[in-house]
């Protein structure tokens, strides 16, 4: 189907590097398509299902498209904006396999073997968050996603035998470039969910022997009427990343499961980075990213650019071959990101541990000046978390005359909300004065995108002006 997929990509004038932007739902053909688009020659460009017409008018001009594929309920929306950014084509695709884009297939001559690249040239191009600013285009090379397939087939075992449960979306680095990865390149299977559902993925476990989530799956799993521990014996893997897992929920799965959860750390910019370690006793700690996969450094540094000691918190920096090559028509932004020893500025605030664990303290952009003094929002979170009235928190800097910033925390509790001056009296107990939040204000739930990953970009907003 690849060699399909791709000659059909040629005869629609695909040439070497240009994109091919796809807004359409999980899918075995939109695997397919991706494929088909690396053997193609050119460049693959996810983009979330929830983008609406002005994000995607966004991501098209700057991409500057060949071909588009978008679901046929969305073509009169999506034709016009491709069009406007130059795009040759728009065809459609649907999680039924079917649209014009198969339709087109159905006649085209297969590809016989691929075009030639070279291992530098761009494979991928994924856009950040966006939760500052414009989103910005990472561009991935074909280095990056073989090199890190690999290395992580090696860090976490993977063979021939194994079955991964697939239930992550595939327009992000974590469900395509780790998990559908990691299968290619080990000649794996894996059972492919079209999304996460409690019920499906207790029924699809005993089938399977690796499981990749989010934070939230662990979390929703845990908290199921569903759950049962029968499906997770004999299990040989469970990981989780794209936003950190609460050490309580790591204890609780560990407890209830007997696995202990393996969280590793990357990025849109870096794919994987680091993990802790599959075998050896002490080698999952949780809260821990672990330590730098085969081929990869990490180091944290200090404003002057100079690594720090054991235990000293800075940024995070990271040099390897999965090292994404800059930001798409972005020189002087990707030149400011990197040093000029090669490596990329995270913009991760981390610590390390003196047997080599790194240990994420937040966002660089997260962090709280406030009255001159440093507060690193996962001090305090930790702090909150660890009370039984406590279910999860997230700690922000708001505007404030006299300290520049003050420090709120938003609380989602874990039954009826505790009083407010109960927490902030029992934080004062264990945090300099200037860490304690000057307010609590509590929620049903804490905002995440599509990852999991709280946003608290919206929680600044919301609570800016309280």
Known sequence: MTAL???????????????????????PEAVILYLATLRAGGAFLPLNTAYTAPEMRYFLEDSQPR???????????????????????????????????????AEASPLKGSVERSIGDLAAILYTSGTTGRSKGAMLTIENLWSNANTLCEAWGF??????LHALPIFHAHGLFVAINCVLVSGSRMLFLPKFDVGTVMGALPRCTVMMGVPTFYTRLLAS???????????????????????????????????????RYGMTETVMSSSNLLEGEGGRIPGSIGKPLAGVELRV?????????????GMLEVRGPNVFKGYWRLPEKTNAEFRP???????????????????????????????GYNVYPKEVEEA????????????VGVTDPDFGERVIAVVKPSGNPPAAETLIAALKEQLAGYKVPKEIHFVDELPRNVMGKIQKNVLRERFEST
């Open 5 to 27: 997929y791709a000659g059909l990509l040629i005869e629609l004038g695909l040439q070497p590097g240009d994109r091919v932007a796809v807004q359409v739902e999980k899918s």
């Open 67 to 105: 071909l588009v594929v978008c679901r046929s309920e969305d073509e009169d929306k999506i034709a016009p904006l491709a069009e406007s950014a130059g795009a040759a084509h728009t065809l459609t695709l649907d999680a039924d396999g079917s649209g014009s884009f198969a339709e087109r297939t």
């Open 159 to 164: 063979s021939k035998t194994d079955v991964l």
């Open 225 to 263: 009427p569903e759950f049962a521990a029968e499906p997770f014996a004999g299990r040989r893997l469970f990981i989780s990343g794209s936003a950190p897992l609460l050490a309580d929920t790591w204890q609780e799965f560990k407890d209830r499961t007997g696995h202990e959860i393996l969280e």
């Open 301 to 313: 540094v200090g404003e002057d650019g100079e690594e720090l000691p054991v235990g000293e918190t």
């Open 341 to 371: 020893d090669g490596f990329f500025i995270t913009g991760d605030m981390a610590r390390r541990d003196a047997n080599g664990f790194f240990y994420l303290v937040g966002r660089a952009k997260d962090l709280i000046i406030t009255g």
């Open 384 to 395: 909150l978390d660890a009370m039984d009235s406590v279910f999860e928190s997230a700690v």
